[in-house]
């Protein structure tokens, strides 16, 4: 292994150039002992998120609130509605699926469900439409306009199927584990003021990472998707 | 957006980082009031168009030691340092890998405050090394240095037997 462990680190913390960071990733895939301690760091961060994420989920405490929300205020009819009509508007999911995952708080509103992603023992999994895409869309055709965009589709050293994706604000790759996804490894995909960016150059890197063999083809994915990704 | 409304954005997540320092529901959520009536009362020193989630972060990190230091001085907790770095920096080597596995509240009590707060940043809340030294006021080489030790830690009580 020719990497340091800071260079390591630094590798799966998204901090390193692209050049770096595509020299560590092919490494790792003839090097073992350099893609375990990718997979460990990579494990750490994960169960760390998942741990800390329903904290995000939970009610603000009124006392906490109250210090910034007057509510005593009496609104005009027209607030009202606009406040009744902006908490039961259609839920942007990567926003949320993002400060889950990341800390971001994009759209985030105390009272909206987490939306996306779910965390189950203790790992990051897809719900609603995250998962949805992951089972049923096709890379090879996708709408222009979907939510969610489907990259890579391979198999893992492991032989589970993983797919990368990309979303408004939230990217990562997702590996078939029963019949859920789980996510691997997730990323914010688009800029909100200077939250870091998650390149497709790092995602694709980390796809190479994982994968054994080559990505399927769209015939290959099509197959896959008919058999459930079993 | 007004002040108030971009701090009632951050509250879930600034609960989350508080809880991750004082290990505490009700300590994080006494730290959140005091950090949001700090910032409240201070609020012309933040300077419109710069981040106002870190200017909330170091304000809340700032908060929690002075109380840590203060409830040192009061003989509450163990002094910051001394105490806790030998449990967590030495005794951590000598304890078998993977003794709490799965407990990450466990695990997470083991680290010294200054490195819990980078790996609570940057792993948890996703800071990158830069925005995380900011917040801290430290330089980069402090913050990467410490969560390798924070992190090495972690995965030596929560990991597989290397």
């Known amino acids: 292994m020719s990497f340091d462990p800071a260079t390591i680190a630094a590798f799966v913390d998204g901090e390193l150039d692209d050049l770096t960071a595509r020299r560590i990733e092919r490494e790792a895939e003839s090097d073992a002992a350099l893609a375990a301690e990718i997979a460990r760091h990579r494990t750490l961060r994960t169960q760390l998120m998942a741990h800390f994420a329903p904290v995000v989920e939970e009610p603000v405490p009124d006392r906490l609130r109250a210090l910034l929300v007057d509510d005593r205020v009496d609104t005009s009819l027209a607030d009202r509605r606009e406040a009744k009509r902006t908490r039961f508007a259609p839920i942007h999911w990567g926003a949320i699926a993002a400060s889950l995952a990341l800390g971001l708080t994009v759209g985030l509103q105390p009272w909206m469900p987490a939306a996306d992603v779910t965390s189950a023992n203790g790992t990051l999994v897809a719900s609603g439409t995250l998962a949805k895409a992951l089972d049923t869309q096709l890379a090879s055709n996708q709408p222009a306009n979907a939510t969610v965009r489907i990259g890579l589709s391979f198999r893992d050293r492991d032989g589970s199927y993983c797919r990368s994706f990309q979303a408004k604000d939230l990217a990562g790759i997702g590996c078939r584990n029963g019949d859920r996804w789980t996510l691997e490894r997730t990323m914010g995909a688009e800029t909100h003021g200077d939250y870091r960016q998650a390149s497709s150059g790092a995602l694709a890197a980390d796809a190479a990472a994982m994968m054994a063999g080559d990505p399927l083809d769209a015939a290959a994915e099509r197959a896959a998707r008919d058999k459930s990704w079993k | ?162």
Not at chain 2, 68 to 92: E, K, L, N, S, Y
């Open chain 2, 1 to 162: 957006m007004r002040f108030e409304e971009e701090l009632v954005e951050l509250l879930p997540r600034l609960r989350r980082f508080a809880r991750g320092l004082t290990r505490d529901p009700n300590d994080a959520d006494d730290l959140c009031q005091a950090a949001i009536e700090r910032a409240l009362k201070s609020r012309e020193q933040w300077q419109q168009g710069t981040r106002l989630d870190s200017w909330m972060y170091r304000i809340t990190r700032n908060l929690w030691i002075d109380d840590r230091r203060a409830a040192g001085r009061r003989g509450v907790h163990a002094p910051i340092d001394d105490a806790v770095t030998q449990i967590a920096g030495d005794g951590a080597a000598e304890v078998e890998a993977g003794t709490l596995r799965g407990d990450v509240d466990g695990a997470m009590a083991r680290l010294p405050d200054e490195q819990r707060e980078v790996v609570m940043l940057v792993l948890v809340e996703g800071y990158a090394y830069r925005e995380a030294a900011d917040i801290l006021e430290v330089p980069i080489g402090t913050v990467t240095s410490r969560l390798a030790r924070g992190r090495e830690t972690l995965m030596h009580l929560l990991g597989e037997a290397a």
